[in-house]
């Protein structure tokens, strides 16, 4: 059972959380608070833990082993194609200046020279608190 260090919520948990160091369990805490996970898996790395990890994706359809391979261990990862990660439009590039993002005079003819779209970290300070509040209610948060 993972405790909040103010005792005022507690998650089932997996994984030694005394390993983490205040400023890593504090983050860790804020948004266990704000997104609500039934459970936390502190992420070891080991073999056992990485086989778990492949079964429950497997099962789940999101890898699959290669067959025609020389490699063992290899897996096919298909990402959705909802997934808005694959969309740079969609894409956040959040530093505390937008100059550090945009690259300045590297283009004249006007058109958008970023990256992604440039958000303040308090702009996304905020956007997130709006938009994650209970999004892993009744799922594993899994963490390293």
């Known amino acids: 059972m993972w405790r909040s260090k103010s005792n005022e919520m507690s998650v089932e948990a997996k994984g030694d959380f005394s390993l983490l ?8 805490e804020q948004y266990v608070r704000i997104c609500t996970p039934s459970r936390l898996h502190l992420c070891d790395g080991s073999d056992e ?12 359809g999101m890898i699959r082993p290669l067959t025609n391979t020389d490699y063992s261990n290899c897996w096919a990862v ?9 969309l740079e439009g969609k894409t956040l590039i959040c530093t505390p200046e937008q ?21 303040s970290e308090e702009k996304m300070d905020t ?13 594993m948060l899994w963490t390293s």
Do not use: I, Y
């Not at 100059?99 to 958000?119: I, P």
């Not at 956007?127 to 799922?139: A, S, T, V």
């Open 78 to 86: 298909r990402t959705d194609p909802s997934d808005v990660a694959r």
């Open 127 to 139: 956007h997130m608190k709006e938009r994650l509040p209970g999004c892993m209610k009744g799922q």
């Open 99 to 119: 100059r550090q993002v945009v690259a300045e005079g590297a283009r004249k003819d006007g058109t958008n020279n970023m990256l992604g779209k440039w958000m």
């Open 21 to 28: 160091n205040n400023s890593v369990s504090g983050f860790l």
């Open 49 to 60: 833990e990485n086989q778990k990890l492949c079964d429950v994706m497997r099962e789940a």
